[in-house]
T-cell receptor
Framework: GESVGLHLPTLSVQEGDNSIINCAYS??????FIWYKQESGKGPQFIID?????DKRQGQRVTVLLNKTVKHLSLQIAATQPGDSAVYFC???????????FGSGTKLNVKP | DAGVIQSPRHEVTEMGQEVTLRCKPI?????LFWYRQTMMRGLELLIY????????DSGMPEDRFSAKMPNASFSTLKIQPSEPRDSAVYFC??????????FGSGTRLTVV
């Protein structure tokens, strides 16, 4: 029979453009957030993190923005490359230190 | 460091058989996590350990699932008896206190 699964939102961008991936988190008490990248057949890979005492953090080609008022997290990727094609997850740490909950993910498709 | 090492990479077994998944965390990481990933439910936390002690096993779906961490460098996730609905990718991850996770490459389990 037909299988029903998570319908991952997909973002398609042209190579060289900037990408913005969004995530809404659920718990206002969460104080630590991480973005992960998962390529096909691999485990999730740490990209960048941010703590709740910050609004913005920059890495190499990536920036994470945190808006605690509306419980929103975003990942910006500058000059997107084909190698950025993957599923991106945000994760929040709730209550217990070191116990993260993952969002359902967004698939990024980079068109050459 | 070789990262988090999981074995086997792929496992195909018949319904009713016992399955054991293995994980070697990164040396010095105090926390070890077992996750399951499916299209239906995304990434689910099954259980996690701190200093070899199980802290939270609320995500373990049934009594058929059990996990052990006999020492700081080894953990197992066992399913007995296995069922087709257990088919998924199982990830192990480890982290230091206050840090993000490093995931293994996962074990793809297929129960027929």
């Amino acid at each position: 029979g037909e299988s029903v699964g998570l319908h991952l939102p997909t973002l398609s961008v042209q190579e060289g453009d900037n990408s913005i991936i969004n995530c809404a988190y659920s718990n206002s008490a969460s104080d630590y957030f991480i973005w992960y990248k998962q390529e096909s057949g691999k485990g999730p890979q740490f990209i960048i993190d941010i703590r709740s005492n910050m609004d913005k953090r920059q890495g190499q080609r990536v920036t994470v923005l945190l808006n605690k008022t509306v419980k929103h997290l975003s990942l910006q990727i500058a000059a997107t490359q084909p190698g950025d094609s993957a599923v991106y997850f945000c994760a929040e740490n709730q209550y217990n230190f070191n116990k993260f909950y993952f969002g359902s993910g967004t698939k990024l498709n980079v068109k050459p | 460091d070789a990262g988090v090492i999981q074995s086997p990479r792929h496992e195909v077994t018949e319904m009713g058989q016992e399955v054991t998944l293995r994980c070697k965390p990164i040396s010095g990481h105090d926390y070890l996590f077992w996750y399951r990933q499916t299209m239906m439910r995304g990434l689910e936390l099954l259980i996690y350990f701190n200093n070899n002690v199980p802290i939270d096993d609320s995500g373990m779906p049934e009594d058929r699932f059990s996990a052990k961490m006999p020492n700081a460098s080894f953990s197992t996730l066992k399913i007995q008896p296995s069922e087709p609905r257990d088919s998924a990718v199982y990830f192990c991850a480890s982290s230091p206190l206050g840090g993000g996770y490093t995931f293994g490459s996962g074990t793809r389990l297929t129960v027929v």
